[in-house]
């Protein structure tokens, strides 16, 4: 059976609404311009994005990453590409092939874009119902290929303001609304990857190397183990130099308290604890870096990113396969982004 890649564009262009005029359907490497794009809200596209794919719009709202949200409560909606259920973001995307303006880096800040509106999940109904019709198997294209969002093109993009945009708290978020949740006490694997990462922390503090590769890059650590008394062949040693600029690039927390006398919380991300509550697949384990972080954890796994404004540091934990009949061991990481929402004063 043939496999034909059918490129995003056209499957815009075949699942274009008939609300949109078929020139502006057939026409979307054309631009959109203040007096083209008509003023609306992300929500209104969001409830009915029917009526809006393929026409030039007019948006305002925080940029954060690749998305635009209308809001700092949109951070709690689901970040899943398949779910088409948030109403208060939208990706900014355009096809490979074409420029768009370019977008601001850095932490949040107010915007307005103007773009032309766009959906995966058309893109997606209608290459599946060309593969019922050919018989061929036909895939999407580009990031929707692994995603059913509604989007919007870039091709102006305007700042707003550079006022910084401050995190959720937990006083603002009720808790069951959070995305992080404090792990249960009886969670499966819980002690295990608790151990690993208090054994991670230290082990950065200590500049141990070998315990923190152990943790972070297990697959290294293993296959040092099969080579032992041997040399290690070009490839390990490569994965071994490439393993301690890793450990070298690590920020190291900037604790107050010694380990014993910090406070400490163990979270998971909600869906791990609805769906699968009594074993999660992922820890999250926060340390305060001062005396007292009541009422500043993190809300959001995106909030847990080892920013140095942050008041607490925080390593997640995971299964990780070793390979076949190598078994199952716990990874650690650590990592760090300084382009999130601004720590609240």
Same mark, same amino acid.
């Given at each position: 059976m043939r496999i034909r890649l059918l490129i995003l564009l056209l499957a815009c262009l075949v699942a274009a609404p008939s609300a949109a005029s078929a020139k502006e359907a057939n026409t979307w490497d054309k631009r959109c311009t203040f007096a083209s794009a008509t003023a609306t809200t992300i929500k209104a596209i969001t409830l009915d994005y029917h009526r809006w794919t393929g026409r030039c719009v007019r948006l305002s709202g925080i940029l954060a990453g690749r998305h635009l949200l209308d809001g700092r409560k949109a951070v709690l909606e689901p970040e899943s590409p398949w779910d088409e259920k948030t109403k208060h973001r939208l990706l900014l995307y355009a096809q490979p092939w074409r420029d768009i303006a370019p977008l601001p880096k850095g932490r949040p800040i107010t915007i307005e874009v103007i773009g032309k509106i766009g959906s995966c999940a058309d893109a997606n109904a209608a290459v599946e119902q060309m593969s019922r019709d050919s018989g061929d198997i036909v895939m999407v294209g580009g990031y929707c290929h692994t995603s059913l969002?509604?989007?919007?093109?870039?091709?102006?993009?305007? &700042?707003?303001?550079?006022? /910084?945009?401050?995190?959720?708290?937990?006083?603002?978020?009720?808790?069951?609304?959070?995305?992080?949740?404090?792990?249960?006490?009886?969670?499966?694997?819980?002690?295990?990857?608790?151990?690993?990462?208090?054994? =991670?922390?230290?082990?950065?503090?200590?500049?141990?190397?070998?315990?923190?590769r152990r943790l972070r890059h297990p697959d290294v650590a293993d296959d040092i183990a099969k080579f032992a008394g041997a040399s290690p062949p070009d490839w390990l040693r490569e994965n071994i130099r490439d393993a301690h600029r890793d450990f070298a690039r690590q920020a190291l927390p900037r604790f107050a308290l010694t380990t014993g006398a910090?406070?400490?919380? &163990? =979270?998971?991300?909600?869906?791990?604890? *609805? *769906?699968?509550? *009594?074993? /999660? *697949?992922?820890? &999250? &384990?926060?340390?305060?870096?001062?005396?007292?972080?009541?009422?500043?954890?993190?809300?959001? /796994?995106a909030d847990a990113d080892n920013d140095p404004v942050r008041p607490? =540091?925080?390593?997640?934990?995971?299964?990780?396969?070793?390979?076949?009949?190598r078994g199952t061991v716990i990874e650690v990481e650590a990592a760090r982004r300084i382009d999130g929402f601004a720590e609240p004063d």
């Open positions: 969002e509604t989007y919007v093109t870039p091709d102006i993009v305007r &700042v707003l303001s550079r006022a /910084p945009i401050a995190r959720l708290t937990e006083a603002e978020v009720p808790a069951e609304r959070r995305k992080l949740v404090e792990a249960r006490p009886i969670s499966g694997g819980r002690d295990a990857h608790v151990a690993a990462a208090r054994a =991670f922390a230290a082990a950065i503090e200590a500049h141990d190397e070998p315990t923190y910090r406070e400490e919380r &163990v =979270f998971v991300e909600r869906a791990d604890a *609805d *769906d699968n509550g *009594d074993s /999660p *697949d992922r820890y &999250v &384990v926060c340390w305060c870096t001062g005396p007292n972080c009541t009422g500043r954890w993190p809300v959001i /796994p607490y =540091f925080c390593a997640t934990t995971g299964a990780y396969e070793l390979g076949a009949g």
